[in-house]
């Protein structure tokens, strides 16, 4: 069964630091993997996908994300975080027939 | 463009209370429609989800109950409310399966 274990149920970084949010997945078949971000009291948005084209996915507002099938990893990254990134992350699987995997979230808490 | 409705926002409801909670997206047809609830440190867990009207998969038996009464409106329902369903929950669609899902604002639900 799919599964994805997202490192660091918090992450701080201060303002102009690098952002890394790290994402390990489990899948018997080559997954589509998504990044979403969610800020307080809304819902979902997606920040980037990989479907199996390039490994490094560009998506909004700066981030980033490789895909290291040898690793099994999709970290999400961004060169320099901004006051306005604080939020929580959600990385999130899908493959096979199951439906969509979500992890349990990092918060990110960036400092001025 | 498409858009997704959820309401109400908030909604305080007493045990044993029965429960209707609506979504329905705009700008699109025959979309995949998706139940989650949201708990505080445990990620998103998916409820139901439905690829057509009147065809509903359930995936954690519990008292609740989804039906799909038109093309693009989902409805959340229970009859009796118990103090565990509190939470936040999430309407999403996707174009299909492997696509990515847009999240409406979500309904915070407490049970007193």
């Known amino acids: 069964a799919q599964s994805v274990t997202q490192l660091g149920s918090h992450v701080s970084v201060s303002e102009g630091a690098l952002v890394l949010l790290r994402c390990n997945y489990s899948?018997?078949?080559?997954?589509?993997l998504f990044w979403y971000v969610q800020y307080p009291n809304q819902g979902l948005q997606l920040l980037l996908k990989y479907t199996s084209a390039a490994t490094l996915v560009k998506g909004i507002n700066g981030f980033e994300a490789e895909f290291k099938k040898s690793e099994t990893s999709f970290h999400l990254t961004k060169p320099s975080a901004h006051m306005s990134d604080a939020a929580e992350y959600f990385c999130?699987?899908?493959?096979?027939?199951?439906?969509?995997?979500f992890g349990k979230g990092t918060r990110l808490s960036v400092i001025a | 463009s498409q858009t997704i409705h959820q309401w109400p926002a908030t909604l305080v409801q007493p045990v044993g209370s029965p429960l209707s909670l609506e979504c329905t997206v705009e700008?699109?047809?025959?979309?995949?429609l998706y139940w989650y609830r949201q708990a505080a440190g445990r990620g998103l867990q998916l409820l139901f989800y439905?690829?057509?009207?009147?065809?509903i998969s359930s995936e954690v038996p519990q008292n609740l109950s989804a039906s799909r009464p038109q093309d693009r409106q989902f409805i959340l329902s229970s009859k009796k409310l118990l103090l565990s369903d509190s939470g936040f929950y999430l309407c999403?669609?996707?174009?299909?399966?492997?696509?990515?899902?847009?999240f409406g604002d979500g309904t915070r639900l407490s049970i007193l």
């Open positions: 999130a699987v899908l493959s096979g027939n199951t439906p969509l995997v």
């Open positions: 999403a669609w996707s174009a299909g399966r492997v696509q990515p899902q847009h």
């Open positions: 439905s690829v057509g009207i009147g065809q």
């Open positions: 700008g699109t047809s025959n979309p995949n």
């Open positions: 899948s018997s078949v080559p997954p589509y």
